[in-house]
């Protein structure tokens, strides 16, 4: 029995806690952290713009239980990846990295499996506003969120029914969503466009406004309610006799008595230095901002035969979408982007896409969708909190109080056995 195994707090509260990583997972962690009384230090190298934190649609997804490998998937992915200008694309350099994770991925498809994950993801997604909610009233900035609910568009029915088994997965979970013809359409978002007839609506789902403003946001109050932030990168470990006593970053060494790893698709080279080789995969995400679209939607619009959220921001209408495999070090690829503007162009018939502005993103997705939210195997005092994938934003209010009961030793208010890092 390793000290203080269900609590690393033991019936001390002083020592000051680590969270590495400054998007929405370690900014929600770190502040439930300070909401039970406790020292807590961010570390994070402070480039706003290389998080999916900065550059994400800005969809609060709770609706979003059916993962990405759904039954049939492998039926598709073949044509994907022959087509350079679909949702899925994998460089050529990368395949021998990826091939284990894709096969992961469809393994993870199967119709059984598939329901074991919209379950568990359920109780992870459906309390998502409520508890954005809380966070930003306790600071003044319930301005950064709207509910005006997702409209999921498609150019056919036949198109929708193959969608079918997600969708009922969906209802099966109790989400509400309502089916939706052109004429619901025009009523809902009269400016789209001939070629999507109908949809889905989902009344229930939000947006933030501007999802870079909410990071700041919560770096900014969390600095003001007494955390302490560190711009560096996290290299390594400080461990004494197989317990982690702090980080080795680029600025210098930093102590704890625990550490929470939630540091997005860079989470798996750190782990991996602890003993737990993750399937973590980067999936590189393009998005594009029109910062004078001169047309107007009211809500998050879905083209989902294109992969791609439109969402609209404070600072312009922004497309979001694509996945792209290919390492963290590699530069982006922006023609990727082209197929953004050929999407958004068909869905908002008379948008200016002029001055546009462009950004990748790296994703951290594991194949089955679901985060890892769950103590190292092998160090009682360090905490996983990384591979929310698509649904980050989403996930992250939940995620970053499930690991303050783990480490506060309470029980969680969910299951988290589906998320541990031993189902792999």
Known sequence: MLPNEDSVLGQSRAGRLLVVGGGLVGLATAHALLRDGLAVTLIDPGIANARCSFGNAGSISAGSVAPLGMPGVFQQVPGWLLDRQSPLHVTTRYWPRVMPWLLRF??????????????????????????????????????????????????????????????????????????????????????????????????????????????DVLTTSFAAAGGTLIHARAKSFLLDAGVVRGVETDAGRVTGRAVVIAAGAWSRELSRQLGDDLPLQTQRGYHLTFPAPHVNIGRVVVAVDRKCFISPLETGLRIAGTVEFDSLAAAPNYDRTDALVRTIEDLLPGVNTSDATAWMGNRPCFPDSMPVIDRARRHYNVFYAFGNGHLGLTGAPKTGQLVADMIAGREPSIDIRPFSASRF
């Open 106 to 215: 469809v393994l993870a498809s199967r119709q059984e499996r598939v329901e074991r994950i919209s379950r568990a993801l359920k109780p992870l997604l459906e309390d998502s506003i409520p508890l954005y909610k809380r966070l930003l009233g306790d600071i003044g900035a319930l301005d950064l969120i709207t509910e005006t609910g997702q409209l999921q568009l498609y150019p056919s029915e036949a198109y929708r029914n193959k969608d079918a088994g997600a969708w009922t997965l969906r209802r099966d979970c109790g989400v509400a969503l309502d089916y939706v013809g052109r004429r619901e359409i025009d009523d809902l978002e009269p400016a789209v466009g001939p070629r999507y007839t109908c949809g889905v609506f989902l009344p229930n789902e939000g947006l933030v406004v501007n999802p870079a403003r909410l990071v």
